[in-house]
């Protein structure tokens, strides 16, 4: 009888080790879990590339002037940073450099463009670079031609100018003009940027 007893508490005894042994896999298996939760805490919250974009506020179609083949759209559009223009160039010179700015007239009837008028300057300051003062509301960055004579614009425009508030720093309306040669940003008024190769003008979208 103390036989089967023992023989009994035995195989009990082997039956609980066994159990006590599978219970670490159970924490392994947690483990993918608490991974995941990890990675999820420092996912990034935005979409790569959305704070590159914004409404449109205003639309240029560039048209060339008289012996010119430079045409284009342009974009004006509002980011966190201010207005900024945005859009494709074709029909330059390969690998040329051209100024690139807002003139106060909307008007491109001219042949040589000059119909409309200097830069845009609301405020009469001095020309120069638009990342620096004193700049027109005109001012924008130089636009460079690759190797087929198209151009990426992707640029900001003065911070003391608006698209569609109706006042003086108004651009829509305003005309918008492709330079012959590279603005120099210090020659006034105009940074000796040369003759006119597109005209545009600038439209609420």
């Known amino acids: ?17 066994a159990c006590q042994r599978q219970e670490p896999p159970t924490e392994t298996e947690t483990a993918p879990a608490a991974s995941v939760a990890e990675h999820a ?3 990034p919250d935005t979409t790569p590339g959305e704070a590159a974009t914004g409404p449109v506020l205003a639309k240029a ?11 284009g759209e ?3 559009i509002q980011l966190a940073s201010g207005l900024h223009a945005s859009g494709k160039l074709s029909g330059l010179k390969p690998n040329s450099e051209h100024g690139f700015h807002i003139h106060e007239k909307g008007d491109c009837s001219a042949p040589d463009g000059s119909s409309a008028g200097g830069h845009f300057n609301p405020a009469k300051t001095d020309h120069g670079n638009v990342s620096s003062d004193p700049h027109h509301g005109g001012d924008m960055p130089n636009i460079v031609a690759d190797a087929e004579g198209n151009a990426t614009v992707d640029g900001p425009v003065s911070s003391n100018v608006n698209a569609g508030k109706g006042d003086d720093f108004d ?5 918008l003009i492709v330079h012959a040669d590279p603005d ?22």
């Open 1 to 17: 009888m103390r036989t089967t007893h023992t023989i009994l508490f035995l195989a009990s005894t082997l039956v609980l080790a």
């Open 41 to 43: 805490e420092h996912a």
């Open 61 to 71: 179609t560039l048209a060339p002037t008289q012996g010119s083949e430079v045409k």
């Open 74 to 76: 342009i974009d004006f």
């Open 171 to 175: 651009i829509i309306g305003k005309g």
């Open 184 to 205: 120099d940003y210090a020659t006034q008024p105009t940074g000796n940027a040369g003759g006119r190769l597109a005209c545009a003008v600038i439209s609420a979208p």
